[in-house]
């Protein structure tokens, strides 16, 4: 999400500071909007836990999720997967990047679920999600419907521009957009 900072050639380079800045925001937005979305799965998906009071060890999962795949989706929005869509309408950019964040985040479900399984002592194939494979097709049309307001927002922001956007989200409407 990089609120229209594209730099023209010739223009002066962001500082370390700003650009540590940036990157932080990012996070924090990753973060913020992952650890809503797992903590949403997590409360969905042990309801009978919750009922027995085990619901600060579940969220502490999502928490921990939501920090390690919100590194991996800023990795992968550094990367910019999705630059080779940029001339296409940007419905192509934003179902592409749902889609991929969706295959990221179920093989480091798998990974998850594997490690987990190490440290118990039990084989791999033992500690995959108790619904099966169609449990994991669930999970993973649920995430992918889930990210696809992220990523919209994301790309419209970019076509637009953050103040376009920010006058957009919190002006009035009867106030001048920027720009126009």
Not at 96 to 108: K, N, R, W, Y
Not at 127 to 154: C, D, N, Q, T, Y
């Amino acid at each position: 999400m990089t609120h229209g900072h594209a730099h023209a050639a010739g223009a002066a380079k962001p500082s370390l500071r700003t650009r540590l800045i940036g990157s932080f925001r990012l996070f924090f937005i990753l973060f913020i909007y992952l650890w809503i979305l797992l903590g949403l799965f997590v409360l969905n998906q042990n309801f009978g836990r919750l009922m027995e009071g085990e619901t600060f060890a579940l969220q502490g999962f999502a928490l921990v999720n939501a920090l390690v795949l919100g590194k991996v989706m800023m990795l992968a929005e550094h990367l910019d997967f999705a630059r080779w869509l940029r001339t296409r309408p940007a419905i192509f950019a934003i179902l592409f990047e749902a889609l991929f964040c969706t295959a990221l985040f179920i093989a480091f479900h798998f990974l998850e679920h594997w490690v987990i399984g190490l440290f118990r002592g039990h084989p791999a194939v033992e500690e995959r999600a108790s619904a099966g494979p169609m449990g994991v097709v669930i999970v993973a049309v649920v995430l992918f419907v889930s990210l696809i307001p992220f990523f919209a927002f994301k790309n419209v922001t970019r076509i637009i521009g953050w103040p376009r956007m920010r006058h957009i989200l919190f002006a009035r409407p009867d106030q001048p957009i920027p720009g126009a």
